[in-house]
């Protein structure tokens, strides 16, 4: 079906330079045009503000902005109009390659886009490609931990971090989490974290207590700096420690004793990487397994608010708000 430019007023954010996102982000309005032949033109649900998306409007992202550029690494949308026989006006989908999805619209190739189930959430949906599938990749990227063996993170709060939790609970491998704030003890227990403590040198001694002289098989990294050195020395011998975030900014300081008489190995991941190099059948029929758990609503991240594109100073500021609970999603 195709769609006359001038019925769709459409609008998105861009950023002409690189730098402070409040600074240079702006709200422009846009025609969408019409998908050519393989293309998809989407009507934009939502779509969240993840840590990457700062870093790419900072120009610190893996993937450097081709200027004037709109944000947005993810997203849920509903097709509009297709030039793909795959897709058709009201499929529901997800963007598994980048699509600036901080718009009311885009338009992709039809090969880069993942169908949803029709009755998921669209705010869950619009979270499902990057967190999900990081923390899938985490536990089976590296050898899948044993059921009842432990893995260890910080971060445990991070949408990564729950998500690790949930999938963690369901293969039987046990979680131990570092979080800044003594309130998410008891609430990342709830969600099914067998041992949470806080990320400083008493909770590091609270976590030994808790293993018993048991050792993690993999160490799960978003933080860097003293925490990431904690959960090294949480590892067992020839353990696994993977960064995949880096919160504080703050590089890794390894002790040489850890690589000498205990072997660890420093790792890291970029979930990007993954979907670009794995075979085009395995990224999606993981995607269709973290799919059907979002739907089922046994996957869920949490959603701290909602905000039109134009509010997007509102949304910033709420990134840094005290007591922040879950994503700040845009609802163009
Ligand atoms: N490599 C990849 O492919 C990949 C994929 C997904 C995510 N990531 C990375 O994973 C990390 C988490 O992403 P997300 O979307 O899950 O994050 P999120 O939901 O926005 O949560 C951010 C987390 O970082 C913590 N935090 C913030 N500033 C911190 C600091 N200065 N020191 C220590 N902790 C800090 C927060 O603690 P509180 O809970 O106390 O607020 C929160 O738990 C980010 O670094 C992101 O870039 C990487």
């Known amino acids: 079906m195709a769609i006359d430019d001038a ?3 459409g ?4 950023i ?3 730098g402070v996102p409040m600074d240079k982000l702006r709200v422009q309005a846009f025609s969408p045009p019409q998908p050519g032949a393989g293309q998809v033109l989407v009507r934009m649900l939502a779509a ?11 120009g610190t992202y893996g993937v450097k902005p081709n200027l004037p550029a709109t944000p947005g690494v993810e997203g849920c949308g509903v097709v509009e109009a297709s030039g793909a026989a795959d897709y058709q006006a009201g499929d529901r989908v997800i963007f598994l390659r980048r699509a600036a ?8 190739a039809a090969e880069g886009l993942f169908k ?18 990081t923390a899938w990749r985490l536990l089976h990227g590296f050898g899948k931990p044993q059921a009842g063996s432990w893995i ?3 971060a445990g709060n991070s949408a990564v971090g729950r998500c690790v939790i949930q999938l963690a609970r369901e293969l039987g491998i046990r979680t131990l989490s570092l979080v800044r704030r003594p309130e998410l003890i008891d609430e990342l227990s709830r969600l099914g974290g067998d041992c949470v403590v806080l990320d400083d040198e008493a909770g590091l001694a609270a976590a030994k207590a808790a293993l018993g002289g048991a050792t993690a098989a993999l160490a799960f990294n978003a933080v860097g700096g003293d925490s990431a050195l904690r959960l090294m020395n949480l590892l067992r011998e020839g353990g696994v420690h993977i960064t995949f975030g880096a919160m504080a900014k703050r590089p890794l300081t390894v002790p040489n004793g850890l690589l000498i008489f205990r072997d660890i190995q420093l790792r890291g991941l970029w979930v990007t990487r993954w979907i670009e190099n794995a075979p085009d059948a395995e990224v999606r029929a993981v995607y269709a397994g973290l799919a059907a758990r979002v739907a089922a609503g046994t996957l869920v991240q949490p959603v701290d608010s909602t905000h039109p594109l134009d509010a997007y100073p ?3 500021a709420r990134l840094t708000a005290e007591g922040r609970a879950g994503k700040v999603l845009f609802v163009p």
Do not use: C, S, Y
């Open 48 to 58: 969240p503000v993840n840590p990457a998306d700062l870093n790419f409007i900072e």
């Open 11 to 14: 609008q998105r954010l861009v």
């Open 16 to 18: 002409e330079e690189t």
């Open 314 to 316: 509102a949304a910033l």
């Open 7 to 9: 019925t769709i007023g």
């Open 101 to 108: 999805t901080w718009a009311t619209h885009t338009v992709v």
């Open 152 to 154: 260890v993170q910080n």
């Open 116 to 133: 949803l189930p029709p009755a998921i959430d669209p705010l869950q949906a619009a979270m499902l490609k990057v967190n999900p599938a």
